[in-house]
């Protein structure tokens, strides 16, 4: 098994553009998770969804930030504009269908700057 | 509210052991995590409690007492390859996780 894959692994940009962050999760997993994690604030969970439907983001922190899970397979994170705060280590995390199983697989993390 | 207390560094010795603390307050409990992070690296998934008591797994153990929101993880035989931050993360929810800022582990010679 791959892991939970993520693109790119680091990303620079210039504040006002716009940030795509990319995310495969463990196939056969229902549950995917953003999280940010900065040093001041630790690891922050933006977004979570259930079977591709958004349950919870009360964690983005802004109307800047989107995402999008069109299928199993594929979610993204969307930043516009992008602003130097924003820069930050995005993770997404995977979590398997089954009952009880609460352990959440994290990928390597995006590692986000903007200048 | 959501809050995890955890401290932010600790040194240890080659070979010892280390407890490491966290309190949390959550709004709803479905079950403590401990978190291993080694720098520029993902987390990784080291324990969880959901009852409490003590869960050994190798060198590693994880505690948790319910009533008192209190969970630790013990660290025994102390290698230098355990140098990392290790995160305490609370079930709020049935899927999601709260986070503290994480423990930042040195193990010296």
């Known amino acids: 098994d791959a892991g939970v894959i993520q693109s790119p692994r680091h990303e620079v940009t210039e504040m006002g553009q716009e940030v795509t962050l990319r995310c495969k999760p463990i196939?056969?997993?229902?549950?995917l998770f953003w999280y940010r994690q900065t040093m001041m604030r630790g690891l922050e969970l933006l977004i979570y969804f259930n079977n591709n439907v958004p349950i919870d983001d009360s964690g983005m922190p802004e109307d800047r930030f989107s995402a999008k899970m069109p299928n199993a397979s594929f979610s993204t994170l969307k930043i516009q504009p992008s602003e130097p705060r924003d820069s930050a280590v995005y993770f997404c995390a995977s979590r398997p269908r089954l009952a009880g199983a609460n352990e959440q697989f994290f990928g390597p993390g995006t590692r986000l700057t903007v200048l | 509210g959501q809050n995890i207390d955890q401290p932010t560094e600790m040194t240890a010795t080659e070979g010892a052991i280390v407890q490491i603390n966290c309190t949390y307050q959550t709004s709803g409990f479905n079950g403590l995590f401990w978190y291993q992070q080694h720098a520029g690296e993902a987390p990784t998934f080291l324990s969880y409690n959901v009852l409490d008591g003590l869960e050994e797994k190798g060198r590693f153990s994880s505690f948790l007492s319910r009533s008192k929101g209190y969970s630790y993880l013990l660290l025994k035989e102390l290698q230098m390859k355990d140098s990392a931050s290790y995160l305490c993360?609370?079930?709020?929810?049935?899927?999601?996780?709260?986070f503290g800022t994480g423990t930042r582990l040195t193990v010296i010679p």
């Open positions: 196939s056969g997993h229902n549950s």
């Open positions: 993360a609370s079930t709020p929810g049935a899927n999601n996780l709260f």
